[in-house]
């Protein structure tokens, strides 16, 4: 039972272009809401968060928007480097009452930056 | 990636035989999470733990796997017995608290012959 889903495999954008990457949850309870990036061979890296109180969380080139009504949140890059090159997880604590201890995934979403 | 040490970062086992999975958490962080990645999948939770607790196994195959978190030493994902199914990416996590972020390790890439 997927919660988290991430329904575009891949992803390819021109570099300097904005990047979207999008996410839907099915679990209404869900509150909080983390962005992983992953190179080959390297564990996750934490890339920014966003609570249910919110609509909207920037970190420089990186901005999360969350829809509650829909579900669904995305993750904008702007401007897209060669770097950002990657696999990006969105992830969500499966029990929020208890903290965000355990953490569930979505299948991931493989961005290409094409210079 | 470089504060949660995992290791060794690639492990062969045959089918039969033990593996023991070791994760230093970053330092100061004393809550650590195990993950398991299967080929063109998300990570899946396996187990939280605090030293020397295990505070939720949820995500743990009922046999055959066992975590501990000791008071000093790294904690250590143990699976017994290994199948072919166990082949996997296992990640280790760790947080200051359950309101932190998670940080990952680099992960250990088992592979069962």
């Known amino acids: 039972d997927q919660q988290v889903k991430q329904n575009s495999p891949s992803l390819s954008v021109q570099e300097g272009r904005i990047s979207i990457l999008n996410c839907d949850y099915t679990n209404s309870m869900f509150d909080y809401f983390l962005w992983y990036k992953k190179y080959p061979a390297e564990g996750p890296t934490f890339l920014i968060s966003i609570s249910s109180i919110k609509d909207k969380n920037e970190d420089g080139r990186f901005t999360v928007f969350l829809n509650k009504s829909a579900k669904h949140l995305s993750l904008h890059i702007v401007p897209s480097q060669p770097g950002d090159s990657a696999v990006y997880f969105c992830a969500a604590p499966q029990d929020p009452n208890f903290g965000n201890e355990k953490l569930t995934f979505g299948t991931g979403t493989r961005l290409t930056i094409i210079p | 990636n470089a504060g949660v040490m995992q290791n060794p970062r690639h492990l062969v086992r045959r089918r039969g035989q033990e593996a023991r999975l070791r994760c230093s958490p970053m330092?100061?962080?004393?809550?650590v999470y195990w993950y398991r990645q299967l080929p063109e999948e998300g990570l899946k939770f396996m187990v939280y733990l605090q030293k020397e607790n295990i505070i939720d196994e949820s995500g743990m195959p009922k046999e055959r796997f066992s975590a501990e978190f000791p008071k000093e030493g790294p904690s250590i994902l143990r699976i017994q017995q290994v199948v072919r199914g166990d082949s996997a990416a296992y990640f280790c996590a760790s947080s200051a608290s359950t309101s932190q972020p998670q940080h990952f390790g680099d992960g250990t890439r088992l592979s069962i012959l």
């Open positions: 330092k100061g962080h004393s809550h």
